[in-house]
C-alpha cells in the first residue's frame, strides 16, 4: 500500500487502533522475506545470504494468530513451520534479542544511528511495538526491549523508513513509501 493513507481504502480509519511499517522490502515495495497476510503466504522464507540489515544473521519472524503473538529466529521458525501458512507473519532482520541477549554483532553503542521500529514478545504474550523518537544505535534499541518492554525476544522491523500511525496518540508519520504493514485493528463485537 506504501503509505497509510492509502490503507484506508481497505480498512476503514475508525477501526484501526495502530499501524507501523513491518518489514524490509524492495523497490517495488514488495516483501524481501516471508509475508503472509489472512493466512495466504505471499512471499516464501528467505535463508539466502546477502548485504544490509536484513541478512545481519540471525534475522527472525514475527508471526501468530487467533491472539497469539511470537518473534522466533528464521532458523528456529523454519523448524515449526507448519503445513498450512499462520494467518499472520512478516520476516525481517536483524534479531534484536534472542533469548534476552542481544545481537552479537551489536556493539553497546555504535556508530550507525537511525530512527528505528521493532516488535518483541513478553514472557506474557503482550506484543510491543516500539518505534525510536530520536536517533538510536541497534545496542541501545535492542537494551530498550530487554530492558523496559522485557521481551526476551526482539526483532527490527526497519530504520530510515520507521512509521506508526497511532490514532489515539494522534500520530500519523509520513515520509518515504512504505513496505509492509502491520495494522491492529477493533474486533467487531458479536451478535
Known amino acids: 500500500m506504501r503509505s497509510f493513507d492509502r490503507l484506508t481504502e481497505q480498512t476503514p480509519s475508525e477501526s484501526i487502533l495502530m499501524a507501523m511499517n513491518g518489514g524490509m522490502f524492495n523497490e517495488s515495495g514488495n516483501p524481501i522475506g516471508l509475508y503472509v497476510e489472512s493466512g495466504e503466504q505471499r512471499v516464501a522464507l528467505n535463508t539466502n545470504e546477502g548485504p544490509g ?7 527472525g519472524v514475527f508471526w501468530g494468530g487467533n491472539g497469539v503473538a511470537h518473534v522466533d529466529t528464521t532458523e ?3 523448524t515449526l513451520e507448519p503445513a498450512n501458512p499462520p494467518p499472520f507473519a512478516t520476516q525481517s532482520g536483524p534479531m534484536l534479542l534472542v533469548d534476552g541477549k542481544l545481537h552479537p554483532h551489536f556493539a553497546a ?7 528505528r521500529n521493532g516488535v518483541g514478545v513478553d514472557k506474557a ?3 510491543h511495538f516500539v518505534i525510536s523518537d530520536d536517533l538510536v ?8 526491549f ?6 526476551p525476544d526482539a526483532l527490527y522491523l526497519d530504520g530510515a523508513v520507521s512509521a506508526l500511525w497511532d490514532p489515539a496518540g494522534g500520530r500519523k508519520d509520513g515520509g518515504p513509501p512504505l513496505g509492509p504493514l502491520i495494522v491492529v485493528t ?3 463485537k458479536a451478535g
Open 125 to 127: 504474550g503482550k506484543v
Open 53 to 59: 540489515n536484513f541478512h545481519l544473521m540471525p534475522n
Open 109 to 115: 553503542d555504535g556508530e550507525s544511528k537511525h530512527f
Open 186 to 188: 477493533k474486533q467487531a
Open 146 to 151: 530487554r530492558d523496559e518492554a522485557k521481551t
Open 76 to 78: 528456529h521458525f523454519a
Open 137 to 144: 544505535s541497534f545496542g541501545r534499541f535492542a537494551r530498550f
